[in-house]
T-cell receptor
Framework: DTAVSQTPKYLVTQMGNDKSIKCEQN?????MYWYKQDSKKFLKIMFS???????INETVPNRFSPKSPDKAHLNLHINSLELGDSAVYFC????????????FGNGTRLTVT | QKEVEQDPGPLSVPEGAIVSLNCTYS??????FMWYRQYSRKGPELLMY????GNKEDGRFTAQVDKSSKYISLFIRDSQPSDSATYLC?????????????FGQGTRLTINP
């Protein structure tokens, strides 16, 4: 009964490959997010969707493309992977009202070799 | 200068000690202030959530927000080895149905039995 679940948990791939990470939440939340945590534990927002609509798009290379097929799912596709993409990617969700914190998944650890 | 500054530590204290964790920030638009706890290989989990200035207490945890000084704190009383984790401060201003959380770098805390 995991609230925010991500797959895969670990992803090891070579430079230049294309990969996807999937996220699903069963909390009934309207808003979903992708965050990136670098090797120094610094968490930074990448994207946010509200009811399948993109509302936050930070300065992220075009190689990263989020897709939200419905409000319970938010996937992240990465083209032409680079060494610097190695990080832990966290999915999160929140309800629409203002005093609502984010609920995070357990992350996908991506290693690009 | 980063929007949110947090001493990354590491911080090591004996069991039973009072722990004080702090963050400063520069964006006066932030209205929501949070502390997340992150265990190794896990996603951040919400510990405390406050809106605007003031204190909030929950068991052994107390969060303080001083908006005039742009300074937030988390106090842990009677610290336990199970409190050993990375503690992340986060703050946000609401944007169109989502929260754009800005995180501090995280403080790695170890409680020694």
């Amino acid at each position: 009964d995991t609230a925010v679940s991500q797959t895969p948990k670990y992803l090891v791939t070579q430079m230049g490959n294309d990969k996807s990470i999937k996220c699903e939440q069963n909390l009934g939340h309207d808003t979903m997010y992708w965050y990136k945590q670098d090797s120094k534990k610094f968490l930074k927002i990448m994207f946010s969707y509200n009811n399948k609509e993109l509302i936050i798009n930070e300065t992220v290379p075009n190689r990263f493309s989020p897709k939200s097929p419905d409000k319970a799912h938010l996937n992240l596709h990465i083209n032409s992977l680079e060494l610097g993409d190695s990080a832990v990617y966290f999915c999160a969700s929140s309800p629409p009202w203002s005093d609502s914190p984010l609920h995070f998944g357990n992350g996908t650890r991506l290693t690009v070799t | 200068q980063k929007e949110v500054e947090q001493d990354p530590g590491p911080l090591s204290v004996p069991e039973g000690a009072i722990v004080s964790l702090n963050c400063t920030y520069s964006n006066s638009a932030f209205q929501y202030f949070m502390w997340y706890r992150q265990y190794s290989r896990k996603g951040p989990e919400l510990l405390m959530y406050t809106y605007s200035s003031g204190n909030k207490e929950d068991g052994r945890f107390t969060a303080q927000v001083d908006k005039s000084s742009k300074y937030i704190s988390l106090f842990i009383r009677d610290s336990q080895p199970s409190d050993s984790a990375t503690y992340l401060c986060a703050m946000s201003d609401r944007i169109q149905g989502a929260q754009k959380l800005v995180f501090g770098q995280g403080t790695r805390l170890t409680i020694n039995p």
